[in-house]
């Protein structure tokens, strides 16, 4: 069974410029997260999506940070514009059905650096 | 608001020896309690998981974990480090909103 996909990997972008990453879940899996994990510190929630509409977005700064996820498969981040405080790696997990059982796969992450 | 607290930042231990990796949590109503560890520039992968009955868990790699609820602690466990269990541990919890947070991270150094 493939895992969690995420690109890219690594990203390096300037200060107000834009940036979207990507996320595709393990096939079947129902629900989405987007994580944003700063440095020494655990992941945070971002987003919660159950199928292509979001349940949780209480964390997301939604003045700059989007996020969709259209036919209930593959979803998008984006950052516009970006800030230094943007700088952490940003993880994407799918889980089969979102209950408070399930468990969350995770993706290998995108590591942004905000210059 | 539920909380997870991961009270020690490193912990080190003998290779062969015991581990344990401390986790304590504060949830409204049943928590489900989760164990993730993460390898150098990877994701994170799961352990282990606490939903309802058994106190003691067993998870992935000979972990396991100790769900005690007059404590509101939910400890990882191994009977024997290796040093290959060298990694950052996570300790997650999740109420019935489906609201889940993560702990700070626990660095795990097994030493040879």
Known sequence: EAGVAQSPRYKIIEKRQSVAFWCNPISGHAT???????LGQGPKLLIQFQNNGVVDDSQLPKDRFSAERLKGVDSTLKIQPAKLEDSAV???ASSLKGGGADTQYFGPGTRLTVL | AQSVAQPEDQVNVAEGNPLTVKCTYSVSGNPYL??????????????LKYITG???VKGSYGFEA???????SFHLKKPSALVSDSALYFCAVRDIAQKVTFGTGTKLQVIP
């Open chain 1, 32 to 38: 989405l997260y987007w994580y944003q994990q700063i």
């Open chain 2, 34 to 47: 989760f164990w993730y560890v993460q390898y150098p520039n990877r994701g994170l992968q799961f352990l």
């Open chain 2, 54 to 56: 058994d106190n003691l």
């Open chain 2, 66 to 72: 100790e769900f005690n609820k007059s404590q509101t």
């Open chain 1, 90 to 92: 940003y993880l994407c």
